[in-house]
């Protein structure tokens, strides 16, 4: 199997912190690697060191067949990169923020033109492809920034929160984009904090925390890991709580948990469970008004992986 | 060991085999392009260059021009090349907060992932300077010209040494790039840069003749590089001396891309 990027014993730290702390990980040529992890977790650190922008303390990595360390400018080559903060150019129009990066690379001014104008086109911002990129929103700025990173035509893509404050239809758009590059051949690493990107993008999964890998394998894999999903019933009358207690138990072996509204929920296995609490509850003469089997979320993967909740789990109870 | 797959053909770039003979200067170029759009786009940007030199004007040779003159015409003539080197002084200043805007943005995040040269970002910044020297030497020229100001020389010589002090400027440029690249913000970065500029401009011979100082004092003037800048501006435009205060500026010069130019260049690669 060949590998587009391949590290080994990563580490690199910030003063005191250690941002990675030995990380490994690997993605296979035309694959997309989708990285997991908390704030903080050392996501931005890893893209940073593969796309050469930081040098590691310990630890090697090759890209597109390349050292990181020391043939940086061969991996630059092969390479394009989205930052989690969108760097492009406010003062100049999206046009001309693409463009450059084309004349950086060598083109000719028309052929720079061109190149622009089709991926501006490719991710419609072909209308304010003349306006100056200050007007535009944070989703067409995402935009214009991952239209820059193409330019050259990259081997190997990464992208850091690629889709991170975008409306739904963009995060699709976005999405489709990145199906159509990884069909040409494009291997991806892209960071993101939902479960449900990973899902739908991802071949392979890692999870960080605190600067380690601490899961890797396919979504379903990792699903399957945390415990699988979660089932809640809420009886339309509170009386019938007690029975729908019992049967939650006897369907799935365990104690299922009771919130302050009155609805009930335990972990299943598979989505098959719905039916059955479903016919018991019936036959009870159990009334509903809720009755759900959801896939566990990020949170939850978290959970279970690492032990402790994500960060901002920990913030909000601080707010709370 | 794995290792990489050849790059299929759809990923040949045909564009960027044919690049140009001198890519690192061409990539210069673009950036320094970059930076005059965003000119272009903020024209307030040149306010400080266009301005400076008229209020410089005015203050020194109406406010101290019969002091130290005794007519203020007569000090027009010699102070002229003084605020032209001040002035450029205080507009290479504006680069090192610029910069430290670009990295701390993380436009230049982009640039670094790019297989371009690593000092392209920079001296595209330097070079996108120019345009602001040159701003201001055109609005102090015109200005003074109304005020009556006259060069002797003849324009040939004239233009050398606008040439000579916009070469010392952009030489001098690579402090504050370094500065800019070395302090953490662009406030921290504005503040050092006036405490450098401020008695190198000043301790000149720019405003006063070295002869009327103290003695403690004209020995610091007459060794300072502004001090040979400016008596070089003054004897191309006015006569006098030029070939010993020009041969001290291109010395001053290089010694400062020779010291200046590799720490900025290691301050931009170990900036995070
Ligand atoms: N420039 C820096 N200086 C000091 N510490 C830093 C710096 N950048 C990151 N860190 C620290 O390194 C650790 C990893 O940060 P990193 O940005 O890689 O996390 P992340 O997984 O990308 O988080 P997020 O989801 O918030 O983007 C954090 O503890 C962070 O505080
Ligand atoms: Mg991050």
Redesign the pocket.
Known sequence: MTHTIEAEGLTLS??S?K?LDGVDLTVPAGTVLGVL?????????AVRVLSTLLRPDAGHARVAGFDVRTQPQEVRRRIGLTG?YASVDEDLTGAQNVAMIGRLLGMSRAAAKARAAELLAGFSLSDAADRSAKTYSGGMRRRLDLAASLVGRPQVLFLD?PTTGLDPRSRTEVWDVIRRLVADGTSVLL?T?YLEEADELADDIVV?DTGRVVAHGTSDELKHRTGAQTLTVRPRDRADTATVLAVLEQVAGTAPALDGHGTASVPVRSEAALGTVLDLLTTQGVGLSELAVRLPSLDEVFLALTGHATQSDNEKEVAA | MTTATRPAPRFDVPEISSAPKLPALQQALTLAWRNVVKIRHQPEALMDVSLQPIIFTVLFVFVFGGAIAGDWHDYLTYLVPGILVQTLMFATGGIGVALNNDITKGVFDRFRSLPIARSAPLVGAVLADVVRFVTAIAVLLAFTALLGFRTTEGLPAAALAVLTAIGFAMCLSWVFVWIGLTVRSAGAVQGIGFLATFPLTFGSTALVSADTLPGWLQAFTRNNPVTHVIDTVRGLMLGGPVAGPLAWTVGWSLLLLAVFVPLAMRAYRRR?
Request: hydrophobic content about 20%.
């Open positions: 910030y003063g912190t941002a992890g908390p704030n903080g977790a050392g996501k931005t650190t989690q929160e960071t904090q960080f | 995070v």
